[in-house]
């Protein structure tokens, strides 16, 4: 079993959405959804816990050697973003089965196609692969973003397949050059080659430029970050929490191809464009929130606000900056999670009012609760998450050349943030409508109460374990440059 673990989070997944299609009858459906979600979640962790040796884990499909063949490399980084998939996945499932998955057909494999295209672009070492990955997850995104029908939603699909449609045929193109020039498509093949001459430098530059706007444009960089927000907003509350992930996919693969064949071969891509339009993309996203009118699209502007802050970390040398970016890119992506799911409580417990800013019913104790700790930590306040993860990015980017420009920037979008959740917060959960609405709040399914209870969990316990995850994180980090410089 071990030697086939790192194909196991792509496998378990595949599988399970083809069972789901022969098992037509929902409540199958689920079962099988649950147990794979879970499977997954075992097999990713174990990964996880494999991959701290050290070691790089490759597997060649057919045992096709590259770049001939499909090959996964499993490094910590790849693994911890697996583990982070597989979590996600089964809480947004298991919200899911509440009652959303009901609304329309088709949900739970497209939701298990979802994750094969999540973990398959964590763990390719092909850059092809990547692509064939990307509209997996892509397509399955596209009908989990329509579920349940609406304008809203119809509209937001409509511009969000648009807009990566465009990006897919980007990536096309910047592979074509890149194979043309190199001969190869496996990252490690390519960041070898790079380094010897005999190549058209100023191609290879252009098309890894190209591919770093597809990326950009999945991250959400300004100015092609406009689809997001709404997006996000429109999406169904268990889709809009498992995108949260979406945009991670973009940084992971910048982070990547920056430290693996950028930094060796073209150090300065980068330079000089991608942290002030990292830096606008922060400022553009707390000036969203402020002007926000209801719960989910605030959240959605704060995902963006947590990826133009973690855009501003590979273009800045050093393992204590990549290492800061990890651990930030873990509570932001569980708290962002963690907001969309609460919103959802909060609109089924208001009734009409539903998650808009304005006085409404009275919602149960233990939801303010969780607002307040997601709120928090989204604001980067102490003890939770957020705070660390702030403080470690903001002491790591001092002394880089922008340092005063990035505490400027985060810093003041972190006020606008807490002012706004502070305001909006007390309309939301304490104002109370005249005439005062009378009875109790509606009841919350168990499966919606602890999904969201566990996400919202990862706020104290990723402060808690700060130590040994900041570790962690800092050995990810040191393993992914080591892997550029072995090249050098």
């Known amino acids: 079993m071990r030697p086939h673990l790192p194909i196991l989070p792509i496998l378990i997944p595949f599988a399970a959405a083809l069972l789901q299609m022969v098992c037509r009858r929902l409540a199958w459906q689920r079962v099988i959804g649950l147990a794979a979600a879970a499977l997954l979640l075992l097999a990713s962790g174990w990964l996880t816990q494999l991959s701290d040796d050290g070691l790089l884990r490759v597997y060649a499909l057919g045992d096709w050697p590259a770049p001939f063949g ?60 990547l692509f064939v990955f990307f509209e997996v997850l892509l397509l399955a995104s596209y009908t989990l973003l329509a579920h349940g029908g609406g304008l809203a939603r119809t509209r937001a699909g409509i511009s969000y397949v648009v807009l990566n449609l465009v990006g897919s045929a980007l990536f096309l193109i910047a592979l074509g050059l890149l194979y043309g020039t190199l001969g190869t498509l496996n990252l490690a093949d390519m960041a070898s080659r790079l380094l010897l001459p005999g190549h058209d430098a100023a191609l290879a530059r252009v098309a890894f430029a190209l591919l770093i706007a597809v990326f950009a444009l999945k991250a959400g960089l300004l100015p092609l970050s406009f689809w997001l927000p709404p997006t996000y907003t429109a999406a169904g509350t268990p889709v809009a929490a498992l995108f949260a992930i979406m945009t991670k996919v973009g940084i992971v693969a910048i982070l990547r191809v920056q430290a693996v064949a950028l930094a060796p071969a073209m150090p300065d891509l980068l330079a000089g464009w991608l942290t002030p339009l990292a830096l606008a993309t922060v400022a553009f996203a707390a000036l969203g929130a402020l002007a926000a009118n209801r719960l989910r699209a605030l959240a959605a502007w704060l995902v963006l606000l947590s990826a133009g802050s973690l855009l501003l970390t590979p273009a800045q040398p050093g393992d204590q900056v990549a290492a800061a970016a990890i651990y930030y ?72 050349e922008a340092g005063t420009a990035i505490w400027i920037v985060l810093l003041g979008a972190g006020f606008l943030v807490m002012a706004t959740l502070a305001r909006q917060g007390c309309i939301l959960l304490w104002k109370l409508p005249t005439p005062r609405a009378t009875g109790p709040a509606p009841a919350i399914a168990w499966q919606r109460a602890l999904a969201t209870l566990l996400l919202v969990a990862a706020a104290p316990l990723l402060a808690i374990f700060a130590g040994p995850l900041g570790d962690f994180a800092q050995r990810t980090a040191s393993q992914l440059h080591e892997i550029g410089r072995a090249h050098v």
């Open 70 to 129: 499909i090959v996964l490399v499993v490094d910590r980084l790849a693994a911890l973003m697996t583990l982070l998939s597989a979590v996600l996945g089964l809480l947004t499932l298991l919200y899911a089965s509440a009652g959303f998955d009901e609304r329309g057909q088709h949900f739970h494999p497209l939701f298990q196609l979802q994750l094969v295209g999540l973990c398959g672009a964590f763990l390719t070492g092909d850059l092809f692969n």
């Open 329 to 400: 890119l873990l509570q932001s992506t569980l708290t962002g999670a963690a907001f969309f799911l609460v919103a959802g409580l909060i609109a089924g417990q208001r009734g009409d009012c539903g998650d808009d800013f304005r006085a409404g019913p009275p919602t149960t104790t233990w939801v303010r609760i969780a607002f307040l700790v997601v709120a928090a930590s989204a604001a980067g306040l102490p003890p939770f998450a957020g705070f660390v993860g702030k403080l470690m990015l903001l002491t790591t980017l001092r002394q880089t």
